[in-house]
């Protein structure tokens, strides 16, 4: 069966400090992959998508970026975190254009 | 500007009552729309997606309308459950480009016993 994973669950963090979340996508192969991102009373704001090994599409300029070094692994990252990168970060991946998405449990990020 | 919009005051209906929910939006030409269910503290969870050619869909208890020239969909939960308790959110796949979904901010429904 088609799973996702995502961690961790909550994260703690300074300003200043590096930022690493983890998403794999298990069952189902070449499939795009997002990256929301959640504030509080808001909307989902997709941050980034990829269609496939390497290829990353940004959707807002921010101080985070994105990676996939695997086909089904999707990485959120950013160098330094700002107050303002506090949220609720969502993966998600979709195969066809005719089904919903599948999002992972995810990320409950606040700095500090 | 582009904007989906949904009743940010939560609805509050009995149980066994019927819960509508509204999703309108503006300068958007979308391929079709779908509806989420969202617990606290978790993923959205994908309910139903209806196209720009169809007029209506239904699962067991869940009935979607879609009016594109309205720009409006309806979501109804018939026979309403406390269960049936959490936010829901509409999304709209655009028919240019890359078929990105962009989301509404959810309403939330609460069912009371």
């Known amino acids: 069966s088609q799973t996702i994973h995502q961690w961790p669950a909550t994260l703690v963090q300074p300003v200043g400090s590096p930022l690493s979340l983890e998403c794999t996508v298990e069952?189902?192969?070449?499939?795009?992959l997002y990256w929301y991102r959640q504030a509080a009373g808001r909307g989902l704001q997709l941050l980034f998508y990829s269609v496939g090994i390497g290829q990353i599409s940004s959707e807002v300029p921010q101080n985070l970026s994105a990676s996939r070094p695997q086909d089904r692994q999707f990485i959120l990252s950013s160098k330094k975190l700002l107050l303002s990168d506090s949220g609720f970060y969502l993966c998600?991946?979709?195969?066809?254009?005719?089904?919903?998405?599948?999002f992972g449990s995810g990320t409950r990020l606040t700095v500090v | 500007s582009q904007k989906i919009e949904q009743n940010s005051e939560a609805l509050n209906i009995q149980e066994g009552k019927t819960a509508t929910l509204t999703c309108n939006y503006t300068?958007?030409?979308?391929?079709?729309l779908q509806w989420y269910r969202q617990d606290p503290g978790r993923g959205p969870v994908f309910l139903l997606l209806i196209r720009e050619n169809e007029k209506e869909k239904r699962k067991e208890r869940l009935k979607v309308t879609f009016d594109t020239t309205l720009k409006q969909s309806l979501f109804h939960i018939t026979a309403s459950q406390p269960a049936d308790s959490a936010t829901y959110l509409c999304?709209?796949?655009?028919?240019?480009?890359?078929?990105?979904?962009?989301f509404g901010t959810g309403t939330r429904l609460l069912v009371s016993p």
């Open positions: 998600a991946w979709s195969v066809e254009a005719n089904y919903g998405y599948t």
């Open positions: 300068n958007y030409s979308p391929a079709y």
């Open positions: 069952g189902t192969s070449n499939p795009n």
């Open positions: 999304a709209l796949r655009m028919n240019t480009g890359f078929q990105k979904l962009v």
